[in-house]
């Protein structure tokens, strides 16, 4: 087992790797930048480096700065979090390199599924379902003329080096198709400097739900049921559950053998996810594969019962899985409190948290690195907190949710608080009712 690892990353990720490998018996490093000096995450771990200047560029997405850090404490292996360089190849390789386990994908894998069109071809070869489209990439707009006419309208052209909706264009006819063309590749040139492009069958108003899976480096895989993300904005995830209201045993058992399927077949070592769009007669199709921790994994955690960083850190020293499938007992939903002011286009609201009373009670769970006093700084992104409550009903978990919010107090900024009550008061909401549409319905009433 390591002896020593660095958290390369900051906010409530940070703690929360941190707190597993206390518990492990594993020392820990810190690292921050000149804003996060009063981090909580500097604080908890057992050594902490600066490593740079508040930009990310310069510190958290420093691949030097981060490498002598480890370095100079003599640390064995690197947790990357989540974003930054959790998905990054050569960071990666460099680490595998320099003798440090990544705790995460190996390059190779990072780079299969970092390209959406790769990926997607290699999924197929896997005999993982995927939508119908263009066999890789389309060189030219004769080619995607071609395409659409043969999958027939509506159509979706996608960056392939894309994810996260940029460089994504829906396409209701051919009309509109050179258009479509012309603005999605120039927005992935100026976003990836790579504008290659694929094409799918338009799912209409899909979900999307995605399977966490576990996989050790002797080629055995695990499931651990699926996550509903569907209530997104602008690619944002702002709610999710388990069990999806929309799922059944049966499909369950279907998705969860795909994604185990998916990630043997490439022989995926460490936690990953599999996303999958799913369409109104419960078709689901492969969408992309993320080698990396998600920010929602705590609601898998809380319905299967164990610690998922845990499971990254033992498959990364080698241990094996258990090879069994988990299926939820419980039910668990989390919302992302944001510093954002809901009421003026979910703007970002950095500054001083004057005052900050966490909920608690039984089956609640807070996941932030906030306090009374503390200043969130304006480089990073805006999520503060994640609340996430469990019971043993979805009826029961919405009750419980809205107890949480109400006691939860923070003063000083503007947060996501007022949207999630509001939301858990929406009718289709409160029924599971929803696509990844739902947002852009949602009417927000302004409070007086
Ligand atoms: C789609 C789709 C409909 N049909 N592909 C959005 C992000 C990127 N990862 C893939 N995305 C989509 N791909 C086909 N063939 C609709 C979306 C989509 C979406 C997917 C998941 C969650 C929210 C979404 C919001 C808008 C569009």
Redesign the pocket.
């Known amino acids: 087992m390591f002896k020593k690892v660095l958290i390369a990353n900051r906010g409530e990720i940070a703690l929360r790797v941190i707190r597993t490998c206390k518990e492990m018996g594993i020392k820990t490093v810190a690292v921050y930048s000149k804003a996060d000096a009063d981090s909580l995450h500097v604080r908890f771990a057992d050594e902490a480096v600066c490593i740079g200047p508040a930009a990310s560029s310069e510190s958290y997405l420093s691949i030097p700065n981060i490498i002598s850090a480890a370095e100079i404490t003599n640390a064995d292996a690197i947790h990357p979090g989540y974003g930054f360089l959790s998905e990054n190849s050569k960071f990666s390789r460099i680490c595998a390199e320099h003798g440090i386990k990544f705790i995460g994908a190996s390059a190779d894998q990072i780079d299969k599924m970092g390209d959406k069109a790769t990926a997607k071809e290699t999924m197929k070869e896997a005999g993982v379902p995927c939508?119908p489209?263009s066999e890789g990439i389309m060189a030219t707009f004769e080619h995607a003329v071609k395409t659409a006419k043969e999958i027939g309208y509506p159509v979706?052209i996608?960056a392939t080096a894309?994810?996260?909706?940029k460089g994504?264009r829906?396409v209701p006819s051919e009309d509109h198709l050179q258009d479509a063309w012309d603005s999605a590749r120039r927005e992935a040139a100026a976003s990836f400097g790579n504008d290659a492009m694929y094409m799918?069958?338009?799912?209409?108003e899909?979900r999307?739900i995605e399977i966490q899976v576990v996989g050790d480096r002797y080629g055995k895989a695990c499931h651990l049921s699926e996550r509903d993300?569907?209530i997104?904005r602008r690619?944002q995830k702002l709610v999710e559950e388990t069990p999806s209201p929309f799922m059944t045993d049966k499909l369950r058992k279907k998705m969860g053998n795909a994604a185990v399927k998916a990630a043997e077949y490439i022989a995926y070592e460490g936690a990953g996810t599999v996303?999958f769009?799913v369409d109104k007669d419960r078709n689901f199709?492969f969408?992309?594969m993320n080698t990396r921790i998600q920010v929602e994994h705590p609601i898998t955690e809380q319905v299967v019962g164990f610690d998922l960083i845990r499971e990254q850190i033992k498959v990364a020293a080698g241990e094996p899985i258990s090879g069994k499938n988990y299926f939820p007992e419980m039910h668990s939903i989390e919302v992302r409190i944001n510093a954002e002011d809901a009421f003026n286009d979910f703007r970002p609201c950095p500054g001083k948290i004057v005052s900050f009373h966490a909920p608690g009670g039984h089956g609640v769970r807070l996941d932030t690195h906030c306090y009374s006093g503390y200043i969130i700084p304006p480089y990073y992104d805006s999520m503060i907190a994640k609340l996430i409550v469990t019971a043993r009903t979805r009826e029961e978990s919405l009750e419980k949710l809205a107890r949480a919010l109400d006691e939860f107090i923070i003063e000083g900024i503007k947060t996501t608080i007022p949207f999630h009550q509001q939301l858990l008061k929406n009718e289709d909401f409160r029924k599971g009712v929803y696509t990844?549409k739902f947002m852009e319905d949602f009417e927000l009433v302004h409070p007086e």
Do not use: D, F, N, R
């Not at 894309?162 to 909706?165: H, N």
């Open positions: 939508v489209g979706m996608k894309g994810g996260g909706g994504m829906a799918e069958k338009l799912i209409l899909p999307h993300c569907s997104q690619h996303e769009l199709y969408m992309e990844t």
